[in-house]
Each structure stands twice: as structure tokens, then as C-alpha cells.
């Protein structure tokens, strides 16, 4: 369904055709590659900001770019899970941007967009932004879900069946 709406693939071609863009389909994130996640963020977000009329092409292209950043989180054990999610969460949208700007050429509006995702560790200066930090919440969720439920499906090592 995404790969064939016409108005945002005209937008989102350019960046999902990327090399480096391409890049994310090698990392894992929540249950799926970080490319797929984005693409799915774009859209969900391109077509709440196309309903209430507001600037979709901006919203399309930061949320593309909002978590491009290039590697594998490793989560370790015990309470420094706590401190290096922080860690993470307020660092990956500055990384994300930092990359996006090496590659595409970006307005402010797209900047936030990805800089603010993370509300609250950061503030969405726009419908916009509002909506990609929502929209990026709520799949998140789906993911993580889909993840345990999958985790929890496998067998133990020790299992006897
Ligand atoms: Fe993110
Ligand atoms: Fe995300």
C-alpha cells in the first residue's frame, strides 16, 4: 500500500533510493529494520498531515530521516539498560540529523522534525513535528508488543518438546 501512493513516493523516493538510506535495512529495530520502521512512520505521519491539510512533504521527509542513524543500539543488562536508553534516546535524533544533513538538503521545519522526535527530550516546534513524535510512539509500541510476543513464543533452551 505505501510503495504505491503516487503523491508520497514522489516525495519519499529520492531518500528511500538513498545508498546510505538503504543502509537501515541492515539494522535491527524494535521487530523490524529501521528502514521499515521510518517508511511506515513517513506514511502514517504524510497521511495524518495530508487530512488536516498541513505541510505533508516536510513531514514525509523528516520523518523518513528521524532515526537514520547508522547503527545497532545494544542494549546491555541490569540497570544500565536504564542509563544507556536515556543515553540513547536523547542522542540518536542529533545523530539522525547530523547524518540526514550530510545527504539532503533540509528546511527547519524538517530539522525539528527530527531533532524533536523524542519529545520530551526534545520539543516539536510544529503540527508537524507533533504529529511524526506521536505517530513514531504509537508504532513503536506495536513493534515492541509484536517483539515480546515473539519472545515469549520461543522455546527455552532447555525445553524438552
Ligand atoms: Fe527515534
Ligand atoms: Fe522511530
Same mark, same amino acid.
Not at 546510505?20 to 521499515?36: A, N, P
Given at each position: 500500500?505505501?510503495?504505491?501512493?503516487?503523491?508520497?513516493?514522489?516525495?519519499?523516493?529520492?531518500?528511500?533510493?538513498?545508498?546510505?538510506?538503504?543502509?537501515?535495512r541492515?539494522?535491527?529495530?524494535?521487530?523490524?529494520s529501521?528502514f521499515d520502521?521510518?517508511?511506515?512512520?513517513?506514511?502514517? +505521519?504524510?497521511?495524518? *498531515?495530508? =487530512? #488536516?491539510?498541513?505541510?505533508?512533504?516536510?513531514?514525509?521527509?523528516?520523518?523518513?530521516? !528521524?532515526? /537514520?542513524?547508522?547503527?545497532?543500539?545494544?542494549?546491555?543488562?541490569?540497570?544500565?539498560?536504564?542509563?544507556?536508553?536515556?543515553?540513547?534516546?536523547?542522542?540518536?535524533?542529533?545523530? +539522525?540529523?547530523?547524518? *540526514?544533513? =550530510? #545527504?539532503?538538503?533540509?528546511?527547519?521545519?524538517?530539522?525539528?522534525?527530527?531533532?524533536? !522526535?523524542? /519529545?520530551?527530550?526534545?520539543?516539536?516546534?510544529?503540527?508537524?513535528?507533533?504529529?511524526?513524535?506521536?505517530?513514531?510512539?504509537?508504532?513503536?509500541?506495536?513493534?515492541?508488543?509484536?517483539?515480546?510476543?515473539?519472545?515469549?513464543?520461543?522455546?527455552?533452551?532447555?525445553?524438552?518438546?
Amino acid at each position: 500500500m505505501i510503495y504505491f501512493d503516487y503523491r508520497f513516493m514522489e516525495v519519499a523516493r529520492p531518500i528511500i533510493e538513498h545508498e546510505q538510506y538503504q543502509q537501515m535495512r541492515k539494522i535491527k529495530h524494535h521487530d523490524e529494520s529501521v528502514f521499515d520502521h521510518s517508511v511506515k512512520v513517513a506514511f502514517y +505521519a504524510y497521511r495524518m *498531515a495530508y =487530512k #488536516y491539510n498541513l505541510d505533508w512533504e516536510s513531514t514525509i521527509r523528516g520523518a523518513l530521516l !528521524h532515526d /537514520f542513524f547508522l547503527y545497532k543500539f545494544k542494549k546491555c543488562l541490569g540497570l544500565r539498560i536504564i542509563t544507556d536508553s536515556i543515553k540513547h534516546a536523547i542522542a540518536h535524533p542529533l545523530i +539522525a540529523f547530523d547524518n *540526514a544533513s =550530510k #545527504y539532503f538538503d533540509l528546511n527547519k521545519k524538517e530539522e525539528n522534525i527530527i531533532k524533536a !522526535h523524542m /519529545f520530551p527530550f526534545g520539543l516539536p516546534k510544529s503540527k508537524e513535528a507533533w504529529i511524526v513524535s506521536y505517530v513514531d510512539k504509537y508504532i513503536a509500541t506495536f513493534e515492541y508488543a509484536s517483539n515480546f510476543k515473539k519472545m515469549a513464543r520461543r522455546k527455552p533452551a532447555y525445553s524438552t518438546e
